[in-house]
């Protein structure tokens, strides 16, 4: 079982956390949960963690089945401060999880070749913190990290294979639907 997790916001404070969980094998919808609210901290670069937190855990409390795997929109180790959204709620609920994000965030990273699964690592200081990682043949790169409980090269197979057609993998492409239009 793999769960996407995504926030929506309307407006300034208000937001929409969605859960997704996939049977990882068919990437069918298993179940789904969506906690409507208000944040409570401030916009702040960089801890976007501590304004979706309080909704995204819960939307998982909600759940009536538990992942084997949390994927985020979100970052892991490729964080300014090395500590995202997936390692967040890696902590939080003991669960393995990973960032996927659409814009690289830190670190530097070279263009990946045009093949789907080629991927250049996305290096901060001296240490490899996320992949810069095509998922679909010449479409743009999506940048994954690990976030607790899990290593770089489970990341990337698991990311490859929960995006089969599209540049997101599926569970964080439905919990942004589901996010967004609350089905």
């Given at each position: 079982m793999v769960a996407?997790?995504?926030?929506?916001?309307?407006?300034?404070?208000?937001?929409?956390?969605?859960?997704v969980v996939l049977d990882s094998g068919t990437l069918s919808v298993v179940e789904q949960v969506t906690v409507h609210g208000r944040t409570t901290?401030?916009?702040?670069?960089?801890?976007?963690?501590?304004?979706e937190l309080p909704a995204l855990v819960e939307a998982l409390e909600r759940l009536t089945v538990t992942?084997?795997?949390?994927?985020c929109d979100g970052y892991g180790l490729a964080h300014p401060r090395g500590?995202?959204?997936?390692?967040?709620?890696?902590v939080l609920t003991g669960l393995p999880s990973l960032g996927v994000a659409?814009?690289?965030f830190v670190g530097t990273?070279?263009?990946p070749g045009r093949e789907r699964g080629s991927w250049t690592p996305i290096v901060l200081g001296d240490s490899t913190v996320g992949r810069a990682l095509r998922t679909q043949r010449a479409i743009?790169?999506?940048?994954v990290s690990p976030g607790h409980r899990i290593d770089l090269d489970t990341v990337?197979?698991?990311?490859?294979?929960l995006a089969p057609r599209f540049r997101l993998p599926d569970p964080i492409r439905k919990a942004d639907h589901l996010a967004r239009h609350g089905t």
């Open positions: 996407g997790l995504d926030v929506h916001y309307h407006g300034d404070d208000e937001l929409t956390a969605a859960v901290f401030p916009y702040v670069p960089g801890l976007f963690a501590f304004r992942p084997d795997l949390l994927v500590f995202g959204l997936a390692c967040h709620l890696g659409k814009t690289p990273h070279t263009t743009k790169p999506v940048y990337t197979d698991q990311v490859l294979r």
